[in-house]
C-alpha cells in the first residue's frame, strides 16, 4: 500500500480542513451547549462535495475513493465529533447502502438529492433493546398488495428527526434468521412515520440522536432495496464500510485532543519551565502520536481493501476497535495534561474527552469488534 498522498487527494484533505476551520471550529461551544444541529451546515458540506465523497459523479457526487472519505472524516474529526459523525453517517450509512444495494432508479432517484446535501440521510438498525443482537429486532414489515406495512420503532438513530430520508432494516420473516429482514428507503412525510425523542447525550451533543417511529406506515414495492430477506446481509456489509468511517472519526478526535495537549504543554509553565519538557508529560505526548500514527495507517490499509473491493470485515473491524480505544487514551490524557484547564469548557480537551467515548460504542462495540475479529482469524 502506498502511504503517499497523491495531489488530488492533498487537495482534498486540505480543501477540508479550510472548510473545517472557517465553518465549524467558530461555532463548536455553540452547538455544543445548546445541542443544536446545524442542518443548514451540511447543506454548505453539500456544495463542497463532503456528502457524497465516494457517490459517482453521475449520481451528483465527488466520486473520490475511501482515502479520500477517511481524511475528510478525519479532517472534520479534528474539529468537532459531532459533525464528523453525522458526516460519516450521511455518507457510508444511508447513502452507502442506497449506493450498494439500489437499483439504478432507486440510485437515480435518492443519491443525487443526498449527494449534493439536499437531504440528509438517516439509517434505522439499532432497536430499544437490540443493539449488537439485531437478530431479535421488533420492528416488522408485512406485505400488502404491492406495498409493505411497517410497524415498530429503530434508536439511536442518527438523524432521526432532520433526516429527510432514512434507510429502515425491518423484520419480514422469523425471529432470529438471517434472511428473514428486508431493507427498506422509507421518505420523511410518508404517513406512520414519525420522530421520537431525541437523546440527551454525553458527547457528539451537535449530532442529533433520536427515535424513529413507524405506525401502519405503507412503503411501495419499489422501496426495498435488493430482495426481500436480504437486508440483514447486507446491513452487516454496510457495517463493514461504517466502521472505517468510525475509525476515520475516532482517528480525527484523537488528533483533535493531542495537538491542542500538545500546544498546551509548550505554552503552560510550572517550575520555570513549559511542562512539555517534563519528562511525565513528554512521554505522554509520545504514546500519543504513536498509537495514533498506527491508527491512522490501519485505518487507511481498510480503507484500501474497500477501494479494490476485496473482503474487508476483519481490516474494518481491526481498524474500528483499535482506533477507538486509541481515542479514548488519547482524550483522557489530553485532560490530564491540561490539568485542571482540562476539566473546564474554557479548553477544547474536555469535549474531545466526551466525544470521544461514542468511538467505542457506535456501529459495533469494542466488545463486538473482538469477536467479530476473532471469528475472522479462527475461520482463516
Known amino acids: 500500500m502506498n502511504f503517499i498522498l497523491n495531489e488530488n487527494q492533498t487537495l482534498v484533505k486540505q480543501s477540508i480542513k479550510e472548510f473545517a476551520e472557517r465553518h465549524i471550529k467558530p461555532y463548536v461551544m455553540e452547538w455544543d451547549e445548546a445541542q443544536k444541529f446545524p442542518k443548514e451546515l451540511f447543506h454548505e458540506m453539500g456544495k463542497a ?60 432517484r435518492w443519491l443525487p438529492k443526498l449527494a449534493t446535501g439536499e437531504w440528509l440521510g438517516a439509517w434505522g438498525l439499532t432497536e430499544a433493546n437490540t443493539g449488537s443482537d439485531a437478530l431479535r429486532m421488533k420492528c416488522v414489515a408485512r406485505k400488502d398488495g404491492d406495498h409493505w406495512v411497517i410497524n415498530g420503532a429503530k434508536n439511536w438513530i442518527t438523524h432521526g428527526i432532520s433526516g429527510n430520508v432514512a434507510v429502515v432494516v425491518a423484520r419480514t420473516g422469523e425471529l432470529l434468521d438471517s ?35 413507524f405506525e401502519d406506515c405503507r412503503i411501495p414495492e419499489e422501496n426495498v432495496l435488493g430482495n426481500p430477506g436480504e437486508g440483514f446481509i447486507q446491513a452487516m456489509k454496510v457495517l463493514d464500510g461504517g466502521r472505517i468511517s468510525i475509525a476515520a472519526l475516532s482517528v480525527g478526535i484523537a488528533k483533535g485532543a493531542y495537538e491542542a495537549a500538545l500546544a498546551y ?116
Open 265 to 380: 504543554s509548550k505554552q503552560r509553565e510550572q517550575f520555570g519551565k513549559p511542562i512539555s519538557q517534563f519528562q511525565g508529560i513528554a512521554f505522554k505526548l509520545a504514546d500519543m502520536a504513536t498509537e495514533i500514527e498506527a491508527a491512522e495507517m490501519l485505518t487507511h490499509q481498510a480503507a484500501d481493501l474497500k477501494n479494490r473491493g476485496e473482503k474487508v470485515t476483519r481490516q474494518s473491524a481491526i481498524a474500528k476497535y483499535f482506533a477507538s480505544e486509541v481515542a479514548v487514551r488519547c482524550a483522557t490524557e489530553g485532560v490530564q495534561i491540561f490539568g485542571g484547564y482540562g476539566y473546564t469548557k474554557d479548553f477544547p480537551a474536555e469535549k474531545f474527552y466526551r466525544d470521544s467515548k461514542l468511538c467505542t460504542i457506535g456501529e459495533g462495540t469494542s466488545e463486538i469488534q473482538k469477536l467479530v475479529i476473532a471469528r475472522e482469524i479462527l475461520n482463516d
Open 49 to 108: 462535495g463532503m456528502m457524497g465523497v465516494f457517490v459517482p459523479e453521475e449520481y451528483g457526487g465527488a466520486g473520490f475513493g475511501y482515502h479520500e472519505y477517511v481524511d475528510s472524516i478525519i479532517e472534520v474529526a479534528r474539529v468537532c465529533g459531532s459533525i464528523g459523525l453525522s458526516m460519516a453517517a450521511h455518507n457510508s450509512l444511508c447513502s452507502g447502502h442506497i449506493l450498494q444495494f439500489g437499483n439504478e432508479e432507486q440510485k437515480k
Open 179 to 213: 434472511r428473514g429482514i428486508t431493507a427498506f428507503v422509507v421518505e420523511r412525510g410518508t404517513p406512520g412515520f414519525k420522530a421520537g425523542k431525541k437523546e440527551n447525550k454525553l458527547g457528539m451533543r451537535a449530532s442529533e440522536t433520536a427515535e424513529m417511529i
